[in-house]
């Protein structure tokens, strides 16, 4: 395990379902498996990150398979870009919620290496979720801003949208490590976006330089979503587009037996300097 702690940055070690530092700062392996590095003092409200609501309509639309695409195309860069030496591995997923992705990479990156998947959000439901769920990976409640993780103990980072601050993926990255970033494309979610905004806008269409690092390879992918109206509903709630969704829009878009959407989407893979 690399797991450091969130208060001293010592690293932590795992006696009898208790994860402790040298300072004897404490924090408890839960029944599910994940542990919370996530102190008090650090979180901005009680209970951060997604909603329930949020989660359940994330589970049910990418259970579906609709991000399937996304999902393989990261799969095969990753599995095409890490090194199939012996030496163990460690690669992170931040923001990972449900542990959709996470949980596919671990059981499929481990066929041909020794490694070993972490997934992190600030999101307590989803990382107990995550964890009663896909048992072939490590997953933590704690800060994107903030990873408790030693330095240069991973392999690989892989962001979908999730943000990091670029100090903190130099420290806990080895050298010549790689980033795996995922954005929005110009296009993506243009007509969801449509319902919200009378005159929507593309998604800016700026390539992300991480300092630090340098990129690599850059993909766009690309496809059409029809929907039926549940799963529409679904992906608006998988959005900060829904915050500005009216009820009386929502049971419309519920009712739309076939909604037509775009998806588009930047992958891109940096490599530590």
Not at 14 to 29: A, I
Not at 68 to 87: C, E, G
Not at 191 to 209: M, S, V
Request: proline share 5%; aromatic share 10%.
């Amino acid at each position: 395990m690399q797991y450091q702690c969130p208060l001293c940055h010592h690293p932590l070690q795992l006696d009898n379902q208790v994860w402790q530092c040298t300072h004897r700062h404490q924090f408890d392996r839960a029944k599910e498996g994940y542990v919370n590095l996530m102190p008090v003092q650090h979180k901005k409200s009680k209970n951060p990150g997604d909603n329930q609501m949020m989660m359940q309509a994330r589970r049910q639309f990418l259970d579906a398979g609709y991000y399937q695409p996304l999902r393989d195309a990261i799969f095969s860069l990753l599995d095409n870009s890490l090194s199939n030496d012996v030496a163990p591995q460690a690669l992170l997923d931040i923001g990972c919620g449900e542990g959709y992705y996470t949980g596919f990479l671990a059981e499929k990156l481990k066929q041909r290496r020794d490694i070993t998947v972490y997934g992190l959000d600030i999101a307590k439901g989803a990382i107990r979720s995550a964890a009663k769920r896909y048992t072939s990976a490590e997953f933590c409640v704690a800060s994107s801003h903030l990873l408790p993780f030693s330095d240069q103990s991973m392999n690989a980072v892989l962001r979908i949208y999730a943000p990091c601050k670029a100090q903190e993926l130099s420290r806990v990255i080895k050298s010549e490590g790689l980033v795996v970033a995922v954005t929005p494309a110009p296009n993506h979610l243009i007509q969801l976006k449509g319902l919200i905004y009378q005159t929507p806008q593309p998604h800016q269409d700026n390539e992300e330089q991480i300092e630090g690092f340098c990129l690599i390879e850059s993909q766009r992918l690309s496809y059409k979503l029809n929907l039926p109206g549940e799963q529409a509903v679904n992906l608006l709630q998988m959005t900060p587009f829904a915050w500005k969704a009216s009820e009386q829009l929502i049971a419309e878009l519920s009712d739309n037996p076939d909604f037509y959407c775009e998806t588009d989407f930047y992958i891109r893979l940096y490599r530590k300097k």
